[in-house]
Each structure stands twice: as C-alpha cells, then as structure tokens.
C-alpha cells in the first residue's frame, strides 16, 4: 500500500492527451514539491517533471505536470507509442520522514 | 554529464548481508548540497527509496528498513555504498543509485543508475 495512490493503469490513442493522477496527503503532497518519473519497459526510471511542473532539459513539453493541495498531476498530450511506460510520482513525507513514490501507473498507447 | 553505476553480487543467501556500492563518474560526489540515495524495485512491483546521504554524512533511510540499513559515501573514491543486513527473498529486487539533486526546498532523482538485480535465495 503505497502513501501516494496513483491508478494502476491509463490508456489512450495516439494523439490523444491523457492525464494520470497521484493522491497524498497534507504530510506529503500537500507540503513538499512534487517529481514524475518514466520507466520504460526494461530501463532504469528517468526524471521527467520536477518541482511540480519542471521540466529538465530534452523532455518534450508535450509533458506536462501539476499540483493542487494534496494531489498533483501529470498530463502527457500528443500522445505517442513511445510513451507507453511505468510513471511514478514521488514526494517527500513529513511523518515518515524521508521520500515516498506512488505505485505507478502502466501507460498503454492503444 | 554525471553517470552512476551499481556494482556487488548478484546473489546473497538469506540471513546474510546485502552490499552494492556506487560508483559516480563525470563529476564528484563533494561539494553542493546534493544527497546520494539507494532506492529499489522488487520484480513486477514499485520503487521504494531506501535511504540517502550527503557527503558531510548527513543520512535519512527508510524507517521500515532503518534497523538494517548502512549507507556510506567515500569521497576519495566518489562512490558511495549500501549495506542491507539480515536479508530476506522480500529484499529481492532491482537496487538503483541515484543523485539527490536540487536543494532544501525541492529535490528530485536525478540521474539514476541502471540498476542491479539482487536474488536473495540459498
């Protein structure tokens, strides 16, 4: 049971824009900035958005991300294949003290 | 541009201590106020961070693991290092390095080694 809830899965067309949510807590998302990362299949993560809705250099701004009190967001629009991935949002936890990740969610270009 | 790299066996026997180190190359490990950080994957599952430390030894670790836990930064070598002590087949799993980047207000992963599979079986 992780402490952000993210849904398991999300699907959607190419070209389409699909957004996957990440739930927390006061403790956690509603206090501390929020990071999303890409795991594609087989492959180490790598970050994708920081400080809420940063991003690092040569990922395409078709990615985007958000945060509104204990829940944050990432949207991804004109999507592609190669987007089908494993993402993770990822915050600090004031009550555990240390960082916590939510249990991901399997992108699944239709 | 800064690279991590894992290293240590692949496979532990239960009871006995896990131990990977992390080797950073293409920048050093001292200096800025950056934390080098171990986080893990069983297979088919999610991440969970296991802890982290600066190079001054300032250290935060998982509180579900923290009794096992030892993690080291050698700043002669710039690597830094994991001990997992007393493991289980639960402690299974892919172990990634990673950099503890941006500052006291906002931090985030980056970059992230390419992981070690590490089998806990006799």
């Known amino acids: 049971q992780s402490v952000l809830t993210q849904p398991p899965s999300a699907s959607g067309t190419p070209g389409q824009r699909v957004t996957i949510s990440c739930s927390g807590s006061t403790s956690n998302i509603g206090s501390h900035t929020v990071d999303w990362y890409q795991q594609l299949p087989g492959a180490a993560p790598k970050l994708l958005i920081f400080?809420?809705?940063q991003r690092p250099s040569g990922v395409p701004d078709r990615f985007s991300g958000s945060k509104s009190g204990t829940s944050a967001s990432l949207a991804i629009s004109g999507l592609q294949s190669e987007d089908e991935a494993d993402y993770y949002c990822?915050?600090?936890?004031?009550?555990?003290?240390?960082?916590?990740f939510g249990g991901g969610t399997k992108l699944i270009v239709l | 541009q800064l690279q991590l790299q894992e290293s240590g066996p692949g496979l532990v026997k239960p009871s006995e201590t896990l131990s990977l180190t992390c080797t950073v190359s293409g920048g050093s490990i001292s200096g800025n106020d950056y934390y080098w950080a171990w986080i893990r994957q069983p297979p088919g599952k999610g991440l969970e961070w296991i802890g982290q430390m600066s190079h001054i030894k300032n250290a935060y670790s998982n509180p579900s693991l923290k009794s096992r836990i030892t993690i080291s930064v050698d700043t002669s070598k710039n690597q830094f290092s994991l001990q997992l002590s007393s493991v289980t087949a639960a402690d299974t799993a892919i172990y990634y390095c990673?950099?503890?980047?941006?500052?006291?207000?906002?931090?985030?992963?980056?970059?992230w080694g390419q992981g070690t599979l590490v089998t806990v079986s006799s």
């Open positions: 400080s809420n809705n």
């Open positions: 990822s915050t600090r936890d004031d009550s555990l003290n240390g960082v916590v």
């Open positions: 990673a950099r503890r980047a941006g500052s006291s207000s906002s931090r985030w992963f980056d970059p």
